[in-house]
């Protein structure tokens, strides 16, 4: 695959990526650069990776976690821990329905609600694994925690979302 | 019947599709069979939240082409930079010269673009400091400077606007001066010889010269120097590639990365060798440009085109549009790109520019005499057909 054909597939999903990290436009696409930069430049990379898309995430996030370190150790000198301390927060995009605004509205608040009530790296665990389908091993090596640790990550989200928002349904389970 | 947006309220829907849990996909796996008319609406909801709801890059097209832009531009860059410069050697003893150097390295399968085949695109840089790194110190400026070494190891620099500054020099190590792409300089020599450093270019020189010989070494970039006359000490001005070497006179070395290698001879005389061949000798108004097999083409030329830049302007002669934009790129500190293809970069440009302060005047300029049409967005500048 070339690198025109490479970018043009990935570059939405890796900016929306990016911003959801909570890095500014201009930061994420400087980070984009770079890594189309050293996937072309370090000879053979795009043959030689099979996992490119998830190379290319990968790539991304370690260089906005190296960003984001640097622009912490310039506030304050304490050192932070990326994995935790980065926010997750996915925008919902509603524009595109083609119905009235008062249920546009109302999807884009039953959405939100429910990602609200979770944590950032819950919310970033479900961006991983239902939008982009990685699995358990990848998302672990993108959070840089364990694959338990996020199994459990993702069974007390939905626990929290089923206490919150489930009730009925557990009822109705539970009945049948 | 269930609309796919009254699914996009549900609450039950939306755990499904976040976080399923066998629960969930129980529920769900009933409720198609219970419905099947719906089983179509659940599936665009399905496509609706992956696809765009909670996956809606807000990258616009034009964002998108600059990036990509911006990235084949670095990657071309880092290429020129892996690839090393063939080794040449010549010898001058000329009234005026000029030698331009380029690496030959072969052009990489270029990765495809073209968003509009007649267009060339340019960006403005950030402008860097000059930079003088002398006693293992660095001392910039944000103008242009004039450095002028005296005899006792002292040098003066003045800046536009600004006092002159007094600094020692120490004897024994050598000193760079770093000027910029967007910037210009001249230093004058202990010995009272005068350089002009034109835009992007390292010149390494001592803080006085040794009993037998002068030497300078211009790392990268382009100068004009005017040698003061010593007959006992051979000058000697060294780059990467090749080393020339003087008796008093007035020449011009240009020693760019993206440029062909080439030499000028404008008055006198002057012989060019290479590795493995013979010396070769040129007549003023002469050019010879240098061949991967290390031998030499030459044909006439006009001289003013190739040292008019110290003078503040730039002269052309049908020369094409991308040789005018690549100088113009180097004195404003700009960046030009654009596909092999692109017709424009073959229109030819006659006349001359005048490199004022104002950098739309000479974008006017150069569109006036290409018949182009130029437009400056921020930092990018779009160059199209009229």
């Known amino acids: 695959m070339d690198l025109a054909a490479l970018y043009n597939l990935y570059v939405n999903d ?133 694959v338990h640790g996020c199994r459990k990550l993702v069974s007390t989200a939905i626990h929290s979302l089923r206490e919150k928002f489930g009730f009925l349904i557990t009822f109705l389970t539970l009945m049948s | 019947m269930k609309h796919y947006t009254d699914f996009l309220k549900d609450g039950k829907f939306l755990r499904w599709q976040l976080l399923d849990d066998d629960a969930l996909n129980q529920y769900w796996r009933n409720f198609k069979i219970e419905h099947p008319e719906s089983i179509k609406e659940i599936e665009q909801a399905i496509v609706y939240i992956k696809n765009k709801g909670m996956n809606n890059s807000n990258l616009n097209e034009n964002e998108r082409a600059l990036l990509f832009h911006k990235i084949q531009t670095t990657i071309r860059q880092r290429h020129k930079v892996k690839q090393r410069r063939l080794f040449w050697y010549s010898v001058a003893a000329v009234a005026i010269l000029l030698i331009g150097l380029t690496l030959f390295y072969h052009q990489r399968e270029d990765i495809v673009i073209t968003p509009d085949k007649e267009l060339i695109v340019g960006e403005l840089l950030n402008n860097e400091d000059i930079q003088l790194i002398t006693n293992k110190e660095s001392i910039y400026f944000q103008n242009d400077i004039e450095v002028k070494l005296d005899k006792g190891g002292k040098a003066e620099i003045s800046q536009k606007n600004k006092e002159i500054r007094e600094i020692e020099i120490k004897q024994e190590q050598l000193n760079t001066l770093i000027v910029p792409y967007g910037k210009r300089s001249t230093l004058t020599l202990a010995d009272g010889s005068k350089i002009w450093l034109n835009s992007g270019s390292v010149l390494e020189f001592p803080a006085q010269f040794g009993d037998k010989k002068r030497e300078i070494r211009l790392t990268a970039g382009e100068m004009y120097i005017e040698v003061t006359h010593d007959r006992s000490k051979p000058f000697f001005v060294h780059t990467s590639g090749f080393n020339v070497r003087v008796y008093g006179t007035k020449f011009n070395i240009s020693n760019y990365t993206d440029s062909p290698q080439s030499v000028v001879l404008v008055e006198g005389s002057v012989s060019l060798q290479s590795k493995g061949h013979k ?44 040789e005018v934009l690549q100088k113009i790129g180097r004195y404003y500190n700009l960046s030009f790109d654009y596909e092999q293809d692109v017709n424009l970069q073959k229109r030819t440009c006659s006349g001359k520019i005048y490199l004022s302060d104002n950098f ?19 930092k990018n500048i779009f160059i199209t057909n009229q």
């Open chain 2, 360 to 378: 739309d005047n000479v974008m006017t300029t150069v569109a006036l005499l290409t018949s182009t049409q130029y437009r400056k967005e921020n």
């Open chain 1, 14 to 146: 890796l900016f929306t990526y990016g911003c959801y990290l909570g890095f500014e436009r201009e930061i994420v696409k400087d980070a984009i650069h770079d890594v189309f930069v050293k996937v072309t430049v370090d000879e053979g990379l795009l043959r030689h990776i099979s996992h490119i898309k998830f190379y290319l995430f990968r790539s991304l996030k370690n260089r906005l976690i190296d960003l984001h370190k640097y622009q912490k150790d310039e506030i304050a000198l304490e050192k932070v821990d990326p994995s935790v301390d980065m926010p997750f927060n996915i925008h919902i995009d509603v524009e595109s329905l083609l119905i009235e605004k008062e249920d546009q509205m109302q999807v884009k608040n039953a959405i939100e609600q429910m990602l609200t009530s979770l944590t950032d790296r819950q919310r970033e665990i479900i961006y991983l694994r239902y939008i982009q389908e990685y699995d358990y091993n990848q998302i672990a090596e993108l959070l840089h925690i364990s």
């Open chain 2, 279 to 322: 010396e070769l000798f040129i007549t003023p108004s002469e050019k010879a440009v240098y061949s991967e097999s290390g031998t030499f083409e030459t044909r006439q030329v006009d001289v003013d085109q190739f040292i008019s830049w110290r003078e503040g302007y730039l002269s052309f002669d049908k020369t094409s549009m991308s």
